[in-house]
């Protein structure tokens, strides 16, 4: 019975019943969250250990701030927080690093692909090169981009990314317009 309770429950109200001891709550929050952390970490870091390694800080940090953890955000928002910073780390101690891009970039593949293929059906937009567009960004306009292709909103980013919610639209608005004019897209 309580498995099924479990289920049903907030990410926070799990978040709180984890921080009072109940393991399963965590077990919970893991299992639902686990697989867009891993995304979100993977397309930015190219070394599938030190990924993993990324995401497993990311989740002993979780475990270890329990205790003092507070709903004024959204879990999935703090836990992708965590992750950024962690990240952060990463660059720093790996220097500045080439990313790997995965195709899930769906919202931003769409919507260039549309604006390319709109009125000009006999030349496709090719994916390759789309995604080798993609990994010249600055790494702020990539992670907003990944971040916002993951469904979080503009002040969700702005919490992960520690920017305003301005700067976080500004990034998505000269990412795209970078991606239209390497596409051959003109607004």
């Not at 990410?11 to 891993?38: I, N, P, Q, T, V």
Request: net charge negative; with cysteine; charged share 25%.
């Amino acid at each position: 019975m309580l498995r099924w309770t479990t289920k049903l429950m907030r990410d926070e109200a799990l978040m709180r019943s984890f921080a009072g001891g109940e393991l399963h709550a965590f077990e919970e929050l893991y299992g639902r969250h686990k697989h867009a952390l891993y995304q979100f970490v993977r397309r930015q870091c190219d070394v599938d250990t030190e990924c993993e390694e990324v995401v497993q800080d990311t989740w002993l940090a979780v475990v270890r701030t329990a205790s003092t953890y507070e709903a004024s955000a959204k879990f999935r928002t703090w836990l992708f927080r965590i992750a950024h910073n962690r990240l952060v780390d990463y660059w720093r101690s790996h220097g500045y690093s080439k990313r790997q891009l995965m195709t899930e970039l769906d919202e931003t593949i769409h919507s260039i692909r549309d604006g390319a293929t709109s009125g000009d059906t006999s030349s496709p937009l090719d994916l390759e090169q789309l995604l080798a567009q993609l990994n010249e960004l600055p790494q702020e306009q990539t992670e907003a981009l990944l971040l916002r292709s993951a469904g979080f909103s503009y002040a969700e980013i702005a919490t992960i990314t520690d920017s305003k919610q301005e700067t976080v639209k500004s990034r998505l608005r000269y990412a795209t317009q970078r991606m239209r004019v390497t596409a051959g897209v003109t607004s």
